[in-house]
C-alpha cells in the first residue's frame, strides 16, 4: 500500500505534540477553564508563566493525565 500523506518521524511526532495540546485546550475550554492556545502549550512544556492559576493548573494537570 502506497504511503499518500509522506510524513518523515519528526512531522508525525510535531503532529502529535500538536494534538495533544490541542485536545488539552479545548477539554479546558469545555471545563469552563479560561485559558489561552498559547498558555496550555507552555503548560504543557513546564513553562510556568504565572498567568494561570494554581487550581486552573491542577485542572489542566489532571486533563493531561487522563
Do not use: C, H, Q, W
Not at 519528526?10 to 488539552?24: C, H, S, Y
Not at 492556545?37 to 493525565?65: C, H, P, R, W, Y
Amino acid at each position: 500500500m502506497k504511503n499518500k500523506y509522506n510524513m518523515t518521524e519528526e512531522d508525525i511526532i510535531f503532529f502529535a505534540k500538536r494534538k495533544l495540546v490541542d485536545n488539552i485546550y479545548k477539554s479546558a475550554n469545555l471545563e469552563g477553564i479560561a485559558v489561552t492556545f498559547a498558555e496550555t502549550l507552555e503548560f504543557i512544556n513546564n513553562v510556568n508563566t504565572g498567568k494561570i492559576s494554581i487550581d486552573d493548573m491542577l485542572k489542566l494537570k489532571g486533563l493531561k493525565d487522563a
